[in-house]
């Protein structure tokens, strides 16, 4: 989508320049102290992740000719998070709310969504380890398959909540009047809510704080909840090893091989 013909669906009194990003597909629009931000084809999990005061406020949507929707979202003036402030309380405030609404549930649901299984997970992260030859070619792998096989059994049985499944210090946005939004959902699927909080705490919680930020979630540390954890912190490390074997990014590959040699070692110390 040109900027020149985006001035003619929104007017010419707009001044749109791109927003960055992967997709080539977000503007920023400005028109004398206002600012909007435009996306096209964002998902219709959109409207509720805006009425749930999750995401910045949706103001319209516009279905083009063509067929492809536009969507204008409430600029807001803030910045993402630092590293160091994803131990801060919002955040897991935030999850929580996230994990506990029924609202992002049905509506994923209703966009034909179906529940992630760690069954499936294991499946397909193992015949594409086999695949690629990363089996005969990396120790570690090997170790990293025996461990999720070993690991199944504490993942069932768990409540299925919407994941954000990339919480990235920069996929949180907090404003200038102290709001804090969740951004970037395409990738956000049902599954098991350790997939989210095993992330900032792998990342960014210090060990000795993760009984708090837990805590402050709203559960309670246990061994079958650690075990949950590293299950899918590995799962999601074989995942991109594969990914960028595919790609022939060598290395990505050896950086997430390091990622991967460390969840086995802390994943030993924490569980045996």
């Known amino acids: 989508m040109h900027v020149n013909w985006l001035q003619k669906v929104i007017g010419k009194e707009w001044n749109i320049t791109p927003a960055g990003g992967l997709t080539g597909d977000a503007y920023i629009a ?29 103001m319209w949507t516009k279905r083009l000719e063509n067929g492809d929707v536009l969507t204008a979202q409430e600029w807001l003036e803030g910045r993402e998070l630092k590293p160091e402030e994803m131990q801060h309380h919002h955040v897991a ?129 246990n061994d079958s909840l650690v075990k949950r954890m590293y299950w899918y912190l590995i799962a999601d490390a074989l995942h991109y090893i594969n990914w960028h074997k595919t790609r022939n990014e060598w290395h990505k590959v050896d950086e997430r091989l390091g990622t991967l040699r460390e969840l086995l070692n802390t994943y030993q110390s924490h569980c045996y």
């Open 93 to 221: 405030n935030l999850l929580n709310r996230i994990h506990q609404s029924s609202e992002l549930l049905h509506m994923l649901m209703r966009m034909g969504k179906k529940a992630v299984t760690s069954d499936a997970t294991y499946r397909d992260v193992a015949a594409w380890s086999r695949q690629n030859g990363l089996l005969d070619q990396y120790e570690e792998v090997g170790r990293a398959l025996q461990v999720l096989k070993e690991l199944l059994p504490a993942t069932y049985h768990q409540e299925l909540v919407v994941c954000h499944c990339d919480l990235n210090h920069n996929n949180l946005i907090l404003t200038e009047h102290g709001d804090l939004y969740l951004v970037d959902w395409d990738n956000a699927m049902i599954a098991d809510p350790a997939m989210d909080f095993g992330m900032v705490l792998k990342w960014y919680v210090p060990m000795n704080d993760w009984d708090a930020w837990l805590e402050q979630y709203g559960v309670e540390r």
């Open 30 to 58: 400005e028109r004398q102290d206002r600012r909007i931000f435009l996306k096209r084809n964002s998902s219709p999990f959109l409207a509720v992740l805006s009425a749930e005061g999750i995401v910045p406020k949706l």
